[in-house]
């Protein structure tokens, strides 16, 4: 009955184009320290749980990636999803592999691709949440105190407290208008982090009995089948397809700077800043300059002169485009032809 | 009595960084057309005068790679000036070796680093020049009709007519302020391009007659003796060695777009637009960005959703700044660190 960490690895995706590629993902870019963010994820980990209990769920194109980022890993803790299938899946595998190896372990899931501010208080949480979890039978899921009405989250409304911290949870909120994010802020409702704890065990069962997209494979993850087993499914959020149709979810908050990293302006809130309120990183040389986000990779960056713009290089490209921007790089890297979006 | 034109290309700077470096300055950059500013030159004044009297003033540091963008120039018209020491002694040598070679020549001054707008205009401007300068015996300049009240450039103000369209000169101004520059735009003065056309012999004699800068070295010159010349001559322009104190000077208009590119600003006003207002080179890409300009050399350049910045970039360095800024890199490049400047 020890506890595991679960570790969804396995985004794609454009929001951080140039740098950001297939196959270099946002969570293998040092995007917050010198380190990779999943890097950063398992060592902020590291005091709660080992590697040899750490499983990385990832895909097969970044399988190779993960396994040199982390050679304490253990290679049969890396999961390499044959196609992506949503959250659903990926912890009803997690939690199958992890009841195999431990029939009354407890996982803590977490993404590979968030910043945290605080550290410690982040695994203070994670262990209220264990101990909720393990004395309630629950599925706790860890609400982030919202730091602003950001319209770009989930948000949860708490109910009843159950066992203090933790209260169940009355509403979940799909992504709401800025108006409605403001009147949650002021409600108390909590952001919908995607950190989740619970037994092994239970979660199974609540998959099983809540969740057909998934129930029907689950024999052959319990067989260790991991075709087969993804193959079986119908691709579903854990969300959707377990959270928001069971009775047994209880939701604790949590205040330790979570930010989930979405844009290349968020780096603006979690880097460390200069004087000027810019956040560089790199062979960065800033003059007169005020509220940027500089990543340069490789290749040096000068600004002049200029404020509140993104400017992210590599070797070979260079993006120049506004905060505010960067908040929508979708139609950028769409707009792009291939041999430069795919450079 | 040949007519030769003397191309000034010895300038070195750093309003093109990271373009230019002293290995590579503005006249050796492709920043108007695909070639670089010099070779634009000599095509431009090749109905006018063939490369067998054309003489490039250079230096040390250049020659090598003017040699190699020029290949139809024979050797001995590349001039290396072994120091730098202003316009008047590097003319006062081109007089020296055209006068050897044709003693009744005649020489069309410029520099090399100048966009020109309308380049059968501009030859008929040296044309009338030269005429007015050989049946005169004058030293003639080409004031160019401003077009802007531009506070960076001197300023003729022509005097009485002579031999239409030359006139005399009532006076050269420096550089005004801006509402000097307004003034002399609203009473027809015209800019001091640097466009110069004589005869050699006539230039020859002002020197002797008025520079005592550079007429004590005269005599090495006119022995080839390119080193003992230059070391004989004290730093001057040819405006006040020469000109200023000269009663033999003549202007005549010029309209045809011409140009100094002082800046990357300035690339805005020569170069071909897109729809957007930008003006763009090299595998640049301006996604919904307007009045941009963008030089990108040897590396993508990607921008979006920014209006009125200058990026230039090379293999290894982006600069971001904006139009308005780019008229002042030197602060700039003063402030960055050796290994970044002179990268």
């Known amino acids: 009955m020890s506890r595991w960490a679960v570790v969804l690895a396995g985004g794609v995706g454009s929001r951080f184009w140039p740098l950001s590629t297939p196959a270099r993902p946002k969570q293998l870019l040092p995007l917050v320290t010198a380190q990779p963010l999943l890097a950063d994820t398992l060592r902020r980990l590291g005091p709660l749980v080992p590697a040899e209990r750490t499983l990385v769920i990832t895909n097969a194109t970044l399988a190779a990636a993960v396994a040199k980022l982390l050679p304490a890993l253990p290679a049969k803790n890396i999961v390499a ?18 009841a195999r190896r431990d029939p009354a372990g407890t996982m803590l899931c977490v993404h590979a691709d968030w910043a945290i501010g605080d550290d410690a208080g982040f695994r203070a949480a994670l262990e209220r949440a264990a101990e909720a979890a393990e004395s309630q039978r629950a599925l706790v899921t860890v609400g982030v105190v919202p730091t602003r009405a950001d319209p770009g989250f989930g948000y949860i409304r708490p109910g009843a407290p159950v066992a203090p911290p933790a209260r169940t949870v009355e509403r979940f909120i799909e992504k709401p208008d800025r108006a409605t994010a403001a009147r949650l802020l002021e409600e108390g409702c909590l952001w919908n982090s995607g950190i989740f704890v619970w037994r092994a065990d239970d979660f199974l069962a609540e998959v099983r009995a809540r969740c057909p997209e998934v129930a029907p494979a689950l024999p052959h993850a319990e067989q260790g089948a991991l075709r087969a087993f993804f193959e079986g499914c119908r691709p579903i959020s854990v969300d959707h397809g377990v959270l928001e149709r069971s009775a047994k979810v209880l939701v604790i908050p949590g205040d330790f700077g979570w930010d ?84």
Request: aromatic share 2%; charged share 25%.
């Open 260 to 343: 989930d990293v979405g844009t290349w302006a968020a780096l603006h809130r979690v880097r460390a800043r200069d004087g000027s309120g810019n956040a560089a990183a790199g062979d960065a040389h800033l003059v007169e300059s005020h509220g940027n986000v500089v990543h340069a990779d490789g290749h040096t960056v000068v600004l002049y002169g200029v404020d509140d713009l993104v400017v992210a290089a590599r070797d070979g490209v260079t993006l120049v485009t506004t905060r505010e921007r960067a908040a929508d790089l979708k139609a950028l890297v769409d707009a792009l032809p291939p041999e430069v979006r795919d450079r």
């Open 81 to 98: 999803e044959p196609k992506s299938a949503g959250t659903a899946p990926a912890l009803a595998w997690a939690a199958a592999e992890v």
